[in-house]
């Protein structure tokens, strides 16, 4: 039988997917919780089109991210924060913290969870990489000055 998914089913399909399934399981499990419907021919075209919408904006968000990179590209941002004598933090610079400083330096507003990196506890020159997913990295540099 094949069906219509309304929603993402792990083993099944994607949002949008027409798939054959028995029409048991389509009767008991996936029509009961709303995650499917019959394929009807206007519901098939309905999934179609909703498919190409999806697939457009999958393309525009990896254009964005493509800018978004482009534009950190290279970047060199600068952070003070108190130290002792040895060049240790007193508190560790962490990812909200990069999330300011490419807001205010770079101008980007990035949520935390593209930042991939280990607590900055020291005083120099540190990589942190920026991940938007799909193989889409760049590094940038985050100068600890001491205050």
């Known amino acids: 039988m094949q069906v219509v998914l309304n ?4 083993g099944l399909g994607y949002k949008g997917d027409i798939v054959t399934v028995k029409p048991g399981y389509f ?9 499917a419907d019959a394929a009807t021919p206007s519901r ?6 909703r498919k190409e919408k999806m697939v457009m904006e999958k393309e525009k968000v990896l254009e964005n991210a493509k800018d978004v990179l482009k534009k950190v590209k290279g970047t060199t941002l600068e952070i003070k924060a108190k130290a002792n ?10 990812e909200p913290d990069v999330v300011a400083l490419l807001k205010e330096q770079a101008k980007l507003d990035l949520a935390p969870e593209f930042i991939k990196m280990d607590h900055l ?20 540099i985050v100068k600890v000055v001491s205050e």
Request: aromatic residues 4%; glycine residues 8%.
């Open 121 to 140: 506890k020291e005083v120099g020159d540190h990589e942190v990489l920026i991940s938007l997913g799909d193989d889409m990295e760049e590094k940038v």
């Open 27 to 35: 009767r008991n499990f996936l029509l009961p919780k709303g995650e």
């Open 7 to 10: 929603q993402t089913i792990k």
């Open 44 to 49: 098939v075209k309905v999934a179609e089109a």
């Open 85 to 94: 004598d040895k060049g240790k933090l007193f508190a560790s610079i962490s």
